[in-house]
């Protein structure tokens, strides 16, 4: 079984934005679990035999849904065969299905841990099994609110501290990937949008192994990766590691010095 892991927040448009995603999936045959967070009370509702909706009062921005699943299971909930064996897929609110999502869902494998679905590792979008989420979740015990900076920070591969707590990013537990360097079909490829769609304006990332649209709110402009050379093809985790290293000190700079550092996207082993 594949459940789909919503992230939200109780807030009129993130839960209308969750609701309309459930229930797209759950047209397609899926089973989805909305996590919302920073509501009045705990809470864990089955609405039908597909969909599940739980509240937390906390509000961990990204977070949420390891969170609130957690608290769920410990109250008794998804213990069943079905539920213990699922592969479960981490989205949240601000995602879309494509044309391709059905194709590209079936085509998910069973993992043990995480497994990133963007090639660079970005937005906590990616697929595991219950005991990682349950793992996952013992992480943020203690802490009731993740400001979106930090959250960011997190979701971008850095350590963050919270009322004295470390928590560690995803890639922490795993730097591997569904994508792959060179893919079977155009549907799997990962993309990024060049220029913003709506109002207020996003850009659209593609995941290919998901088949699904993200949409991320930027305030800053970002360069478009392009693999220039073979070097730029990661395949191992050992190329991961030389590629880390030979790009880790990249400067913008005019004749009066440099401008800034940058931070490159480096891809994912799969």
């Known amino acids: ?45 089955q609405l039908s035999d597909k969909k599940w909706v739980i509240s937390i009062r906390e509000n961990l921005s990204d977070n949420n849904a390891f969170f609130g699943f957690e608290q769920a299971f410990s109250f008794g909930h998804f213990r069943e065969k ?29 993992v043990s841990g995480w497994r990133f679905a963007h090639i660079y590792g970005l937005y906590n979008l990616g697929v595991c099994d219950q005991m990682f989420l349950l793992a996952r979740a013992n992480d943020l015990k203690g802490i009731t609110y993740i400001p979106k900076d930090k959250s960011i920070a997190l979701e971008q591969g850095e350590s963050i501290y919270i009322d004295g707590l470390e928590i560690k990013p995803l890639i922490h537990y795993s730097k591997r990937t569904l994508a792959t360097v060179i893919t079977d079909t155009i549907s799997s490829c990962d993309f990024m949008s060049l220029n913003a769609f709506g109002e207020p304006k ?13 949409l991320v709110g930027s305030h800053v402009s970002y360069f478009v990766p392009i693999w220039a050379t073979p070097a730029h093809e990661v395949r191992t985790q050992t190329d991961y590691d030389q590629m880390n290293t030979s ?5 913008l700079s005019t004749s009066d010095g440099p401008l800034a550092t940058i931070t490159p996207w480096i891809p994912l082993p799969p």
């Open 82 to 110: 079905d539920f213990r064996s699922a592969t479960y897929i981490y989205i949240h609110d601000t995602c879309q299905l494509s044309d391709n999502f059905v194709d590209r869902v079936n085509k998910i494998p069973v």
């Open 202 to 214: 996003r850009f659209v990332t593609y995941i290919g192994a998901l088949g699904l649209y993200k």
């Open 1 to 45: 079984m594949k459940v789909f892991l919503i992230n939200s927040f109780n807030s009129s448009k993130y839960v209308q934005n969750a609701q309309r995603l459930s229930d797209d999936i759950n047209n397609k045959g899926y089973t989805t679990i909305i996590v919302f967070g920073g509501a009045s009370d705990f809470a864990c509702l």
């Open 247 to 251: 790009f880790a000190n990249i400067q």
